[in-house]
């Protein structure tokens, strides 16, 4: 029989501190942690998840993690059938496939919804050939791009290359003369710029655009009109239209176009200087004196200067 005195003490569970001191007995109680200590420790684990935030995304953790995880959406969704698939092409001509496929930078690993056609649409108009593009996402796989290109104008010469200009001058490319053939060839600094200008005025003179070989510029400032015979036309700086109404009429009272000469003077204002070669250098001394011609400049009736090649006139 156990002894009352032998009753089995209570075990204390947990820590334990002494809340009662007595002479006769000892009562134990819990630890009441007080609320500054509570708080204490949830600032240092914010301390902490903040230090190991800002580590990660000084240390590019997150991007790359962010990153992975969008890619890894991108290749689902293009794994389902949202890649770039077929790239379909409107009003080309001139521009080739491959500038155009490698300017869109689309391709079969491409997701859709992904790309950026505005940066696509800067691109392609950043192609000398393409004046104006547009592109457009036609879900779930195919891009359609518009685009609008620069005619080619003119065939320009100079340093010994030749390109391919528009009506405003743009290089669209290198080019032969030979691939161009119904182009006008125009050669010097300037030539590409200012071809243009020249046609228009040159439209409503069809015999002498049909006897143009070329047109030269001379220190970008005026033209020389080579003609297929050979034959070079310098024309003035200013009042063209007025240079070229003396020259027709000087081609219908005597057939310039069609003689053995070298050069016609146009550049001064009061005067035209015909130049011969020099197989018909004797012949022109019997030329008889031709009819009063309008000057460029003044409109009045002037005649003809006819130089040999050795200066005399």
């Not at 001191?21 to 819990?30: A, E, N």
């Not at 192609?127 to 779930?140: F, K, N, Q």
């Not at 197989?279 to 009819?291: E, F, K, L, N, V």
Request: charged letters at 25%; one cysteine or more.
């Amino acid at each position: 029989m156990a002894s009352p005195y032998e009753r089995q003490l209570p075990v204390p569970q947990g820590r334990r501190t002494v809340a009662t001191k007595g002479p006769r007995q000892i009562q134990l109680g819990r630890t009441r942690r007080g609320p500054l200590g509570a708080k204490w420790q949830l600032l240092c684990a914010a301390f902490v998840a903040s230090a190991v935030l800002y580590g990660a995304i000084v240390g590019g953790q997150i991007e790359k993690i962010f990153n992975a995880t969008v890619t890894g959406a991108e290749r689902a969704a293009v794994a389902m059938g949202f890649g770039v698939k077929r790239v379909v092409v409107e009003g080309q001509k001139n521009a080739t496939d491959y500038a155009i496929t490698t300017t869109l930078g689309a391709g079969p690993e491409t997701f859709m919804l992904a790309f950026d056609t505005d940066a696509a649409k800067d691109r392609l108009e950043a192609v000398p050939w393409i004046r104006h593009a547009r592109v457009m996402r036609l879900l779930p796989s195919t891009l359609q791009v518009e685009i609008e290109e620069r005619d080619p104008y003119a065939i320009w010469q100079n340093k010994r290359q030749t390109f391919v200009v528009d009506s405003e001058g743009v290089v669209l490319a290198p080019a032969l003369p030979q691939a161009f053939p119904h182009l006008p060839l125009v050669v010097g600094e300037g030539a590409g710029k200012h071809a243009a200008a020249l046609y228009q005025t040159l439209e409503p003179y069809k015999d002498l655009r049909s006897r143009m070989l070329a047109a030269l510029r001379v220190g970008d400032r005026r033209w020389t009109l080579k003609l297929r015979t050979g034959t070079e036309i310098m024309l003035p700086d200013g009042n063209i239209e007025m240079a070229l109404d003396a020259l027709q009429k000087l081609e219908r009272e005597r057939g310039v176009f069609e003689q053995d000469i070298a050069a016609i003077d146009m550049r001064l204002l009061d005067r035209i200087t015909l130049r011969l070669r020099e197989t018909t250098a004797a012949s022109a001394q019997d030329a008889t004196t031709p009819a009063g011609v309008p000057t460029s400049a003044t409109g009045t009736i002037n005649q003809p200067a006819i130089h040999q090649p050795n200066g005399r006139t």
